[in-house]
């Protein structure tokens, strides 16, 4: 959620927050908020397909900051989008920002592109599993529940979302963006000892309540909070109601013009006792054939600020309970929330990505990945689901129909090891079986996304093997320790010193650099293909891995190493040089790379 302009009048005033000093003690932090900020603040690629590893460090470098004041941080995570759809018209509203910014892809201003790339937020929970981070996952919106349990630990909540100025919070808000990121040494107490922290700023709202009244109604905030928009209402709802009331001119709050009604509202709040009085003040200025609407959406509101709106059932569009396995999982992170969202409004909102707007969706080419999906949710419930996704310019709902599955989420649990790997093949349905090439489970993912995508496109083998040298490359360089150096491909260890031979493969496109818009069409389509059957082995439970993105992928990296290799005459040769000629590494590659070459440019493309 996020009060438009709220925090524009919150900087105007300075004063409302104090300088702070982070030490020792407990934290509740918006987990998305976080991950956002950190990944598009560090100019890392939005374009190409994302710079996965990167991004790892950057999440692992700032958490140290915690660790190194001795701070307990608790990260709550927002989960599948409302049931009631309340929020869909946000989520348009950001799908068609995202579209708009895609426009820039032909120019030479690309890198300006700020959207996160698909695969980031996998990353991220990736990252704070490892560093045994406190992770609570939220069935749906978080908001309310990161203010409960901030209040209940009495400590303060870490977040650059607007809605938390309008809660409650005992422990007061730290806005992640006043957060310095490097420890100071301070000696609080003169006779004290110098303890490290975080120096920040805090703010409490009862310096934005006493502004207007000592004697301000805390419990009328979450009014406030509700009718001057937010994701949830939209700001013009009660737009008659705002035409009755007017800013103090003795105010003492410094405010520019988009903040008047903010200013009006909490001025009229402030000379108000009783929350029912203030609602019909505001019903009373309504017109009678809304006021209804309107007071359900005031009541909803309401108790959204106040914790008691949130309910944890997970129910079918037709009431039925989703499986509880199914719930248990995906607050562990093992179940994508794009499953619960899609059970409970029947919708699969497919994340927009980074293309050619004239070009159809990259979405297209996994459609039957997704149709198994569907199958394995809905099996007993829907035949139908509808998916959103982008079309042309726009955002467009389609019907997308599936026939029943073989199994459903009810009997997944009394499946053996081998029958849900059975039937995950049976998702897949590979004709070739390149994964029977590897050992390791991750990689068995990796191949049969390949294989799809080759099956099912007209991409070259120069793609195809691009991509594969991505993988090797990238486990390699990113690997933290001896475990991720075990090749997800190749199942031996690989260290970066065997692979620098790459290096400068990893480095972004300069400004006004020409890029290949198709070669970024062609890395949305593989994501979209492994994204997919990644979601397919979490949910049948075939495979038992911790398979981590940024150890294999990086949409720079394939970007740069398929142009250079792209119309080389001797492409052995080539990738020779690269990995140290006739090396374990290097004949352990040749000998995959000619089998998949065999299998699916000698011999399927004829075939098909």
């Known amino acids: 959620m996020g009060v438009k302009n709220l925090r524009g009048l919150i900087e105007c005033n300075p004063s409302l927050q104090q300088r702070h000093f982070l030490h020792g003690g407990t934290v509740v932090i918006d987990g998305w908020n976080l991950a956002f900020r950190l990944y598009l603040e560090a100019s890392f690629d939005c374009i190409l397909g994302g710079e996965y590893s990167r991004y790892a460090d950057a999440v692992r470098c700032y958490f140290r900051l915690y660790k190194d004041a001795n701070v307990h941080c608790v990260v709550m995570l927002d989960g599948a989008y409302d049931p009631s759809n309340s929020k869909l018209r946000t989520i348009q509203k950001r799908n068609m920002d995202r579209i708009s910014q895609m426009k820039r892809l032909k120019g030479a201003d690309a890198e300006k592109i700020k959207v996160m790339p698909p695969l980031a937020t996998d990353v991220y929970r990736t990252v704070l599993a490892d560093l045994d981070v406190e992770m609570i996952q939220c069935v749906f919106e978080a908001d309310e529940h990161i203010a409960r349990r901030a209040n209940q630990l009495n400590c303060p909540v870490i977040s650059d979302d607007s809605d938390f100025f309008v809660y ?67 700001e013009d709802t009660f737009s008659h109601f705002f035409q009755t009331i007017r800013a103090p001119r003795d105010c003492r709050l410094h405010y520019n013009p988009p903040h008047a009604t903010m200013v009006a509202m909490l001025s009229f709040l402030s000379r108000q006792k009783s929350l029912e009085e203030c609602i019909d003040i505001v019903l009373r200025c309504t017109p009678k054939e809304r006021r209804d609407k309107l007071h359900n959406l005031m009541k909803d509101g309401i108790a959204r600020y106040r914790s ?105 649990p009394d499946l053996s090891a081998d029958q849900r790997r059975t039937i995950l093949i049976n998702c897949i349905q590979p004709k070739v079986h390149c994964a029977d090439l590897v050992k390791l489970p991750a990689g068995k993912l990796l191949m049969y996304a390949l294989e799809y995508l080759v099956l099912n496109t007209m991409i070259e083998w120069e793609f195809a093997l691009s991509l594969l040298v991505m993988h090797v490359a990238v486990q390699a360089t990113a690997a933290r320790t001896m475990t991720e150096r075990v090749n997800y491909l190749l199942g031996i260890y690989v260290n970066s010193k065997q692979v620098q031979g790459f290096s400068s493969f990893y480095k ?35 495979h038992k891995i911790n398979f981590k993105f940024h150890l294999v992928m990086n949409g720079v990296f394939l970007h740069n190493f398929y142009k250079d290799l792209k119309g080389r005459p001797q492409p052995h040769r080539y990738l020779a040089n690269h990995l140290q000629p006739n090396s374990r590494l290097h004949l352990k590659f040749e000998e995959l790379w000619s089998q998949v070459f065999q299998r699916l440019f000698s011999e399927s493309r004829d075939q098909r």
């Not at 805090?202 to 994701?231: A, C, H, Q, S």
Request: proline share 4%; hydrophobic share 40%; net charge negative.
């Open 168 to 234: 409650d919070l005992k422990g007061g808000l730290i806005p992640l963006s006043s957060l310095n990121r490097e420890t100071t040494m301070k000696q609080l107490n003169p006779n004290g000892p110098t303890v490290k922290g975080i120096d920040c700023k805090i703010y409490k709202v009862e310096n934005l309540l006493n502004k207007f009244n000592p004697e301000f109604n805390r419990e009328l905030l979450p009014l406030f909070g509700t009718i001057v928009g937010n994701d949830f209402v939209a």
């Open 308 to 412: 008691e709106f949130s309910d944890e059932r997970v129910t079918y569009k037709n009431g039925v309970p989703m499986p509880d396995w199914v719930v248990q999982k995906f607050r562990a992170g093992e179940v994508p929330s794009e499953v619960i969202t899609m059970a409970t409004t029947g919708i699969h909102f497919l994340f927009v990505k980074v293309e050619v707007v004239s070009m159809i969706s990259s979405y297209q080419v996994s459609l039957l990945l997704r149709k198994s999906l569907y199958r394995l949710v809905f099996k007993g419930h829907a035949s139908m689901v509808q998916e959103l996704d982008r079309s042309g310019h726009d955002m467009q709902f389609q019907d997308i129909e599936f026939t029943t599955g073989e199994v459903g989420l009810s009997e997944i």
């Open 508 to 542: 972004k496109p300069t400004s006004g650099q020409r890029l290949d818009l198709d070669l970024i069409y062609k890395t949305n389509q593989y994501t979209g293909c492994l994204d997919t059957i990644h979601a397919l082995n979490q949910v049948l439970g075939a």
